[in-house]
């Protein structure tokens, strides 16, 4: 059972990093087009009149990607709990990429154990 809930785990956080990777690249894109539109209207020398509703367009995409991510971020925290709920806690299941840590986030130790040698994360 362990090991199916382990397996399970990891597909789900494959996807959740790979949809958080995307709506990061979205706002990449975003970002880069508007910073295109008004970059290049100012060049051509127009008016900023021109290209305004495109410009609005592009400004209320991005702000729907930022409460993307926001969902995302708040399903991150949610499979978390999930995590500890079903018992595996100790286990890491993502992949092990360096990322950031959240300024309120403990140390860890990672480890395997003994008994079942899976990697194990312990509060350090």
């Known amino acids: ?46 008016s900023a009149l021109h290209g305004a509703d495109a410009l609005e367009s592009v400004t209320t995409a991005l702000a729907q990607i930022g409460k993307a991510r926001s969902a995302l971020v708040e399903a991150h925290v949610g499979l978390s709990r999930t995590q500890r709920e079903i018992g595996l806690a100790a286990y890491a299941v993502g992949p092990w990429l360096e990322k950031p840590k959240a300024s309120n986030a403990p140390d860890v130790a990672v480890g395997n154990d003994d008994d079942t040698g899976q990697s194990a994360v312990v509060a350090a």
């Open 1 to 46: 059972m362990l090991k199916k809930r382990l397996e399970v785990a990891r597909a789900v956080t494959r996807e959740l990093r790979a949809a958080e990777d995307a709506v990061d690249t979205s706002v990449d894109a975003l970002t880069s087009l508007l910073g295109s539109m008004t970059d290049g209207r100012r060049k051509a020398g127009l």
